[in-house]
C-alpha cells in the first residue's frame, strides 16, 4: 500500500476563487493504483509554506509519494520547483524528463515545464504540471513505475533490472 500525499500551489486555489480540478485527477489515479490519499493541501504560491508541507507530509507524516500540481511554470508566483529542491536530498530527473518528452508529442509547450522530481530520506516528491489535461497526461508516463519505485525506497526490492 502506498500512502500519498497531494500538495497543490495556487495562490485562487487557496483563497476559494479556483476549484482544484488538478487535485481530484490526481486523487482519482492515486486510487486506480490502491493508493490511499492521507494528506491533501491547497496552499499559496509562497516558497516557505510549500517546502514547510512537503517536510511536514514527508518527516512527520511518513507519506511515501508526494505529487504536487502548480506553480511550475514561467510565472514569476511560480515556485514549486525551488521548494521542492529546499526539500529533496536527492533528484530523480527522469521522472520529469519523461513527463516532458511524452507532453512534447502534444504541444511543444511541454518545453516551458520546471518540473522536478526527487527523494527526501524515503518519501519521493514530484512536480506535475498545474492543468488537469498536463496532469493527465504526465500520470498517465509515470504512474506504472510509482509503484516500483516506492518498494524501492522501503526497501522490500532493491532490483530494477528485468529478467
Same mark, same amino acid.
Given at each position: 500500500?502506498?500512502? $500519498? ?9 487557496? $483563497?476559494? *476563487?479556483?476549484? +482544484?480540478? @488538478? ?5 482519482? #489515479? ?5 493508493? !490511499? ?7 499559496? *504560491?509562497?516558497? *516557505?509554506?510549500? @517546502? ?6 514527508? =518527516? !512527520?507524516? =511518513? ?10 511554470? #514561467?510565472? &514569476?508566483?511560480?515556485?514549486? &520547483? ?13 521522472? &520529469? ?7 512534447? !508529442?502534444?504541444?511543444?509547450? $511541454?518545453?516551458? @515545464?520546471?518540473?522536478? @522530481?526527487?527523494?527526501? *530520506? ?11 489535461? $498536463?496532469?493527465?497526461?504526465?500520470? +498517465? ?17 532493491? !532490483?530494477?533490472?528485468?529478467?
Amino acid at each position: 500500500m502506498i500512502n $500519498a500525499g497531494i500538495l497543490t500551489a495556487s495562490d485562487k486555489g487557496h $483563497a476559494g *476563487d479556483r476549484i +482544484d480540478e @488538478s487535485g481530484k485527477v490526481i486523487a482519482e #489515479f492515486l486510487r486506480g493504483i490502491g493508493a !490511499e490519499v492521507v494528506d491533501y493541501k491547497i496552499v499559496p *504560491d509562497e516558497r *516557505d509554506i510549500i @517546502s514547510s508541507n512537503l517536510k511536514r507530509m514527508a =518527516d !512527520e507524516l =511518513d507519506i511515501d509519494l508526494i505529487l504536487t500540481t502548480g506553480g511550475t511554470g #514561467f510565472s &514569476p508566483r511560480d515556485i514549486t &520547483p525551488e521548494a521542492t529542491l529546499d526539500v529533496i536530498d536527492r533528484q530523480v530527473p527522469g521522472i &520529469p524528463e519523461a513527463m516532458r518528452a511524452k507532453s512534447l !508529442e502534444i504541444t511543444s509547450r $511541454a518545453m516551458l @515545464s520546471r518540473s522536478v @522530481s526527487g527523494i527526501r *530520506d524515503k518519501t519521493l516528491i514530484i512536480n506535475l504540471p498545474g492543468s488537469p489535461k $498536463a496532469v493527465r497526461e504526465s500520470l +498517465d508516463v509515470i504512474l506504472p513505475v510509482l509503484p516500483h519505485a516506492i518498494e524501492i525506497l522501503k526497501g522490500q526490492t532493491g !532490483e530494477c533490472a528485468r529478467k
